[in-house]
């Protein structure tokens, strides 16, 4: 059976250990080379960006997120072991683990790695079909003959490349459709390279829950529930037509998947549809000035990201939910696209006045959608506010600053609230 180390990335029959190197680190499959879909998916992406830039985190418990009523965004194997899960509740989560260091989101710098790994991925396909800032999908057909060696080798390459020159690690699924790719890339995080071959399928899929299907959710498990469906096997005693006339288009779906069959072909103009980030406050406020401080903060961090990736945007929208738990969503059209927060933050604060009264609030966001380039961005003066190039200038100069100096070189005062 072929075998491949991925440690150094030699070839080989079926072995225990690699007979070069010697290393445990041994990938073993019938299809091992014939396979060029994949999915790379970083392995709690942010928490190890944080460890990385900080050694002393090495070996704690770290979760990235909010306050104690806010949610975890992502923790750290460490912290996961101790069962702590994103999206969990943030005072979940120090029950859990109260050893935890809880730290805020820095989008910049989780732009400015997933940017190094996406070069990297450039270089094995011009295929990459991006998801978020750490996982993308890559179809890496018909690369032998550039690169001389079969897809596996150069994904085990790629994530060889990302741990020694960037400090972190991803795992790797590798299949024969996007579905399954997927799949794979979780079934050994982290550091894991898993494959799903054509001819055991089936047989893989069979007793695995439907929630393995991406974008199952918790609505949609309880309408499979109620149909006796837990199961791929039990998936696959449903006739077509059947499905369809109980779950709609859902059910076309459920059938292929059911096989695993999924036709979509990896693409490389998959769109980001928004750049958004929001808080959960530890206590209900109406308080303008806490709000007005936390809507600004919200804008610097939309705009770094934006920056950081060349997006623009031409409609801020807010969301806040008041303490009763009702959601109120407020949204703008610009003239032009943005990426600037002082553009950002007068758009989100005049949005928030016409609803300012409904406090108290437990959580605000700020967002911007109709992502663009960001090449025709914040091009064009205002003639109804001739100071906003002034501006402009001016929060370009401050991220000039803070690029060299640090991101707390130079502030605004409202951030400071």
């Given at each position: ?18 007979p ?24 709690a ?26 949610v ?9 072991i ?45 295929i ?12 890496l ?51 894991g ?48 037509r ?100 002082d553009?950002?933050?007068?758009s ?70």
């Amino acid at each position: 059976m072929p075998a491949l180390c991925r440690d150094c990335l030699t070839t080989f029959d079926s072995a225990t250990r690699c007979p070069h190197c010697r290393s445990p680190r041994v990938t073993r499959h019938a299809e091992l080379f014939d396979l060029a879909i994949a999915h790379m998916d970083c392995d709690a992406f942010y928490a190890s960006v944080e460890k990385r830039d900080n050694p002393e985190l090495a070996d704690k418990p770290v979760i990235i997120g909010g306050g104690k009523r806010g949610v975890v965004s992502t923790a750290c194997y460490v912290a996961r072991i101790r069962g702590v899960k994103s999206a969990m509740p943030m005072f979940q989560a120090l029950k859990l683990c109260p050893d935890a260091v809880v730290l805020p989101p820095r989008m910049a710098a989780y732009a400015e790695a997933s940017r190094a790994i996406r070069a990297m991925m450039d270089e094995l396909t011009p295929i990459v079909e991006p998801l978020s800032l750490d996982e993308a999908f890559m179809d890496l057909s018909g690369t032998i003959r550039l690169h001389g060696a079969p897809p596996a080798v150069m994904l085990a390459r790629l994530i060889k490349r990302m741990k020694t020159e960037l400090g972190l690690s991803g795992s790797i699924g590798l299949s024969h459709n996007k579905f399954l790719a997927k799949v794979a890339s979780d079934l050994e995080k982290p550091r894991g390279f898993s494959i799903i071959g054509k001819a055991e399928t089936t047989a893989f899929l069979r007793p695995k829950s439907v929630r393995l299907i991406w974008g199952i959710g918790p609505a949609a498990q309880v309408s499979l529930n109620k149909a006796g469906i837990q199961t791929f096997d039990d998936l696959l005693r449903w006739d077509r037509r059947d499905l369809h006339d109980r779950f709609g288009n859902m059910g076309e779906r459920l059938y292929a998947l059911a096989r695993g069959e999924d036709g979509r072909r990896v693409s490389t103009h998959a769109p980001v549809k928004s750049l958004t980030n929001e808080t959960t406050f530890h206590v209900d406020t109406a308080d303008p000035e806490i709000l007005d401080g936390h809507l600004w903060r919200m804008a610097e961090k939309v705009s770094a990201r934006a920056k950081a990736t060349g997006k623009a945007g031409r409609v801020v929208t807010i969301k806040l939910k008041t303490s009763d738990f009702k959601l109120i969503s407020k949204r703008q059209s610009l003239r032009h696209p943005t990426q600037m927060t002082d553009t950002l933050y007068r758009s989100a604060r005049g949005l928030f006045d016409q609803v300012a009264g409904r406090g108290p609030f437990r959580l605000l966001g700020v967002g911007l959608s109709e992502i663009t380039s960001a090449d025709s961005a914040d091009r064009e003066g205002d003639l109804l506010d001739p100071d906003a190039e002034k501006r402009a200038r001016a929060e370009l100069a401050t991220d000039k600053i803070r690029a060299r100096f640090g991101k707390d070189a130079i502030m605004k005062g409202r951030a400071l609230r």
